[in-house]
Antibody, heavy 119, light 107 residues
Framework: EVQLVESGGRLVKPGGSLRLSCTAS????????MNWVRQAPGKGLEWVSS????????YYADSVKGRFTISRDNAKNSLYLQMNSLRAEDTALYYC????????????WGQGTTVTVSS | DIQMTQSPSTLSASVGDRVTITCRAS??????LAWYQQKPGKAPKLLIY???TLETGVPSRFSGSGSGTEFTLTISSLQPDDFATYYC?????????FGQGTKVEIK
Protein backbone atom coordinates (compact mmCIF):
# COMPACT_ATOMS: atom_id res chain seq x y z
CA GLU A 1 0.00 0.00 0.00
CA VAL A 2 1.27 3.42 -0.93
CA GLN A 3 1.57 5.46 2.26
CA LEU A 4 3.00 8.70 3.59
CA VAL A 5 3.25 9.24 7.34
CA GLU A 6 4.17 12.62 8.77
CA SER A 7 5.60 13.19 12.23
CA GLY A 8 7.32 15.83 14.32
CA GLY A 9 4.54 18.33 14.83
CA ARG A 10 4.11 19.83 18.30
CA LEU A 11 3.60 23.03 20.26
CA VAL A 12 6.55 25.41 19.89
CA LYS A 13 7.17 29.00 21.01
CA PRO A 14 7.48 31.86 18.50
CA GLY A 15 11.02 32.05 17.22
CA GLY A 16 11.58 28.36 17.85
CA SER A 17 12.54 25.56 15.48
CA LEU A 18 11.04 22.24 14.49
CA ARG A 19 11.84 19.47 12.02
CA LEU A 20 9.00 17.59 10.37
CA SER A 21 9.50 14.18 8.82
CA CYS A 22 7.54 12.21 6.26
CA THR A 23 8.19 8.51 5.83
CA ALA A 24 7.16 6.87 2.59
CA SER A 25 6.32 3.25 1.90
CA UNK A 26 4.81 1.15 -0.86
CA UNK A 27 6.49 2.92 -3.78
CA UNK A 28 9.93 3.82 -5.12
CA UNK A 29 10.48 7.02 -3.16
CA UNK A 30 13.55 8.05 -5.15
CA UNK A 31 11.49 8.29 -8.35
CA UNK A 32 9.09 10.95 -7.10
CA UNK A 33 9.12 14.62 -6.33
CA MET A 34 7.83 15.48 -2.89
CA ASN A 35 5.96 18.43 -1.47
CA TRP A 36 4.81 20.05 1.75
CA VAL A 37 1.38 21.67 1.88
CA ARG A 38 -0.16 23.25 4.97
CA GLN A 39 -3.63 24.14 6.15
CA ALA A 40 -4.22 26.62 8.94
CA PRO A 41 -7.17 25.83 11.22
CA GLY A 42 -10.42 26.39 9.33
CA LYS A 43 -8.60 27.70 6.27
CA GLY A 44 -7.69 26.54 2.77
CA LEU A 45 -4.65 24.78 1.42
CA GLU A 46 -1.29 26.53 1.04
CA TRP A 47 1.61 25.01 -0.90
CA VAL A 48 4.84 25.34 1.12
CA SER A 49 7.72 23.68 -0.70
CA SER A 50 8.70 21.12 -3.35
CA UNK A 51 11.81 19.03 -3.97
CA UNK A 52 12.62 16.96 -7.04
CA UNK A 53 13.50 13.28 -6.86
CA UNK A 54 17.26 13.87 -6.79
CA UNK A 55 17.05 17.11 -4.78
CA UNK A 56 18.27 19.05 -7.82
CA UNK A 57 15.29 21.39 -7.82
CA UNK A 58 13.85 23.01 -4.70
CA TYR A 59 11.13 25.64 -4.44
CA TYR A 60 9.57 27.56 -1.56
CA ALA A 61 6.57 29.75 -0.94
CA ASP A 62 7.53 33.35 -0.27
CA SER A 63 5.96 33.08 3.19
CA VAL A 64 8.57 30.52 4.30
CA LYS A 65 11.58 31.32 2.12
CA GLY A 66 14.69 31.83 4.22
CA ARG A 67 13.11 30.19 7.28
CA PHE A 68 12.19 26.68 6.10
CA THR A 69 14.42 24.10 4.41
CA ILE A 70 13.13 21.05 2.56
CA SER A 71 15.35 18.00 2.18
CA ARG A 72 15.11 14.28 1.54
CA ASP A 73 17.03 11.09 2.17
CA ASN A 74 16.21 8.60 -0.56
CA ALA A 75 18.07 5.82 1.25
CA LYS A 76 15.70 6.26 4.20
CA ASN A 77 12.55 6.93 2.11
CA SER A 78 12.15 10.14 4.05
CA LEU A 79 11.26 13.76 3.43
CA TYR A 80 12.01 16.55 5.89
CA LEU A 81 11.03 20.14 6.58
CA GLN A 82 13.32 22.11 8.86
CA MET A 83 11.34 25.04 10.21
CA ASN A 84 13.20 27.93 11.89
CA SER A 85 12.11 31.32 13.22
CA LEU A 86 8.58 30.03 13.61
CA ARG A 87 5.70 32.50 13.75
CA ALA A 88 2.11 32.25 14.92
CA GLU A 89 0.99 32.27 11.28
CA ASP A 90 2.90 29.02 10.70
CA THR A 91 0.35 27.23 12.90
CA ALA A 92 -1.20 24.61 10.64
CA LEU A 93 -1.65 20.98 9.74
CA TYR A 94 1.32 20.09 7.53
CA TYR A 95 0.83 17.48 4.82
CA CYS A 96 3.47 15.79 2.75
CA UNK A 97 2.38 14.85 -0.74
CA UNK A 98 3.90 12.88 -3.60
CA UNK A 99 4.22 14.11 -7.13
CA UNK A 100 5.25 11.89 -10.04
CA UNK A 101 8.63 13.26 -11.17
CA UNK A 102 8.23 15.62 -14.07
CA UNK A 103 4.53 15.94 -13.37
CA UNK A 104 2.72 18.88 -11.94
CA UNK A 105 0.25 17.54 -9.42
CA UNK A 106 0.18 15.74 -6.06
CA UNK A 107 -1.34 12.30 -6.23
CA UNK A 108 -0.78 10.81 -2.77
CA TRP A 109 -1.09 12.68 0.54
CA GLY A 110 -0.28 11.82 4.12
CA GLN A 111 -2.68 12.49 6.98
CA GLY A 112 -0.69 15.44 8.28
CA THR A 113 1.10 16.54 11.42
CA THR A 114 0.04 19.54 13.50
CA VAL A 115 2.35 22.44 14.25
CA THR A 116 1.19 25.00 16.80
CA VAL A 117 3.24 28.14 17.36
CA SER A 118 2.20 29.87 20.54
CA SER A 119 3.71 31.31 23.69
CA ASP B 1 2.25 35.04 -7.96
CA ILE B 2 -0.67 33.57 -9.88
CA GLN B 3 -3.97 34.09 -8.09
CA MET B 4 -6.64 31.41 -8.30
CA THR B 5 -10.26 32.38 -7.73
CA GLN B 6 -12.98 29.80 -7.28
CA SER B 7 -16.71 30.38 -7.53
CA PRO B 8 -18.95 29.91 -5.80
CA SER B 9 -17.45 29.69 -2.31
CA THR B 10 -20.39 27.62 -1.13
CA LEU B 11 -22.84 25.61 -3.17
CA SER B 12 -26.03 23.98 -1.91
CA ALA B 13 -27.24 21.07 -4.00
CA SER B 14 -29.28 17.90 -3.86
CA VAL B 15 -28.36 14.32 -4.64
CA GLY B 16 -28.64 13.84 -8.39
CA ASP B 17 -27.95 17.48 -9.27
CA ARG B 18 -25.40 18.50 -11.87
CA VAL B 19 -22.83 20.71 -10.17
CA THR B 20 -20.26 23.02 -11.74
CA ILE B 21 -17.42 24.80 -9.96
CA THR B 22 -15.38 27.45 -11.73
CA CYS B 23 -11.73 28.32 -11.19
CA ARG B 24 -10.09 31.37 -12.76
CA ALA B 25 -6.36 32.08 -12.94
CA SER B 26 -4.94 35.60 -12.89
CA UNK B 27 -2.81 34.72 -15.93
CA UNK B 28 -2.64 31.87 -18.39
CA UNK B 29 -1.59 28.54 -16.91
CA UNK B 30 -2.13 26.49 -20.07
CA UNK B 31 -3.64 23.21 -18.77
CA UNK B 32 -1.57 23.00 -15.60
CA LEU B 33 -4.49 22.74 -13.23
CA ALA B 34 -5.45 20.11 -10.68
CA TRP B 35 -8.63 19.59 -8.68
CA TYR B 36 -8.73 18.10 -5.18
CA GLN B 37 -11.55 16.97 -2.91
CA GLN B 38 -11.25 17.31 0.85
CA LYS B 39 -13.61 15.95 3.47
CA PRO B 40 -13.57 17.16 7.11
CA GLY B 41 -10.62 15.78 9.04
CA LYS B 42 -9.16 14.10 5.97
CA ALA B 43 -6.30 14.78 3.60
CA PRO B 44 -7.04 16.18 0.15
CA LYS B 45 -7.62 13.67 -2.63
CA LEU B 46 -6.55 14.24 -6.22
CA LEU B 47 -9.50 14.12 -8.63
CA ILE B 48 -8.25 15.62 -11.89
CA TYR B 49 -4.89 16.76 -13.21
CA UNK B 50 -3.77 18.63 -16.30
CA UNK B 51 -7.21 20.24 -16.33
CA UNK B 52 -9.13 17.26 -17.69
CA THR B 53 -7.37 13.97 -16.90
CA LEU B 54 -9.28 11.87 -14.40
CA GLU B 55 -7.10 10.33 -11.70
CA THR B 56 -7.24 6.53 -11.58
CA GLY B 57 -10.08 5.31 -9.42
CA VAL B 58 -12.06 8.55 -9.46
CA PRO B 59 -15.68 8.06 -10.55
CA SER B 60 -16.50 9.12 -14.09
CA ARG B 61 -19.19 11.52 -12.86
CA PHE B 62 -16.31 13.92 -12.20
CA SER B 63 -14.93 15.80 -15.18
CA GLY B 64 -12.71 18.80 -15.74
CA SER B 65 -12.37 21.21 -18.61
CA GLY B 66 -10.74 24.48 -19.61
CA SER B 67 -7.40 25.95 -20.48
CA GLY B 68 -5.66 29.27 -20.21
CA THR B 69 -7.38 31.14 -17.40
CA GLU B 70 -10.79 29.53 -17.01
CA PHE B 71 -11.51 26.04 -15.77
CA THR B 72 -14.48 24.03 -14.54
CA LEU B 73 -15.03 20.97 -12.42
CA THR B 74 -18.33 19.24 -13.11
CA ILE B 75 -20.06 16.53 -11.12
CA SER B 76 -22.67 15.10 -13.46
CA SER B 77 -24.93 13.59 -10.79
CA LEU B 78 -24.10 14.51 -7.21
CA GLN B 79 -23.81 11.56 -4.85
CA PRO B 80 -23.94 11.55 -1.01
CA ASP B 81 -20.18 10.87 -0.91
CA ASP B 82 -19.48 14.04 -2.91
CA PHE B 83 -20.40 16.53 -0.20
CA ALA B 84 -17.00 18.03 0.53
CA THR B 85 -14.77 21.01 -0.19
CA TYR B 86 -13.11 21.24 -3.59
CA TYR B 87 -9.89 23.09 -4.39
CA CYS B 88 -8.26 23.97 -7.67
CA UNK B 89 -4.48 24.36 -7.82
CA UNK B 90 -2.29 25.85 -10.51
CA UNK B 91 0.98 24.02 -11.13
CA UNK B 92 2.20 26.04 -14.08
CA UNK B 93 4.55 28.30 -12.16
CA UNK B 94 6.11 28.27 -8.72
CA UNK B 95 4.88 29.23 -6.23
CA UNK B 96 2.02 26.81 -6.78
CA UNK B 97 -1.23 28.32 -5.59
CA PHE B 98 -4.66 27.01 -4.61
CA GLY B 99 -8.09 28.50 -4.96
CA GLN B 100 -9.87 29.36 -1.74
CA GLY B 101 -12.11 26.30 -1.96
CA THR B 102 -15.75 25.57 -2.78
CA LYS B 103 -17.83 23.83 -0.13
CA VAL B 104 -20.56 21.64 -1.58
CA GLU B 105 -23.37 21.33 0.98
CA ILE B 106 -26.56 19.34 1.14
CA LYS B 107 -29.59 21.40 0.11
Amino acid sequence: EVQLVESGGRLVKPGGSLRLSCTASGFTFSSYSMNWVRQAPGKGLEWVSSISSSSSYIYYADSVKGRFTISRDNAKNSLYLQMNSLRAEDTALYYCARGPDGSRYMDVWGQGTTVTVSS
Amino acid sequence: DIQMTQSPSTLSASVGDRVTITCRASQSISSWLAWYQQKPGKAPKLLIYEASTLETGVPSRFSGSGSGTEFTLTISSLQPDDFATYYCQQCDTYPWTFGQGTKVEIK
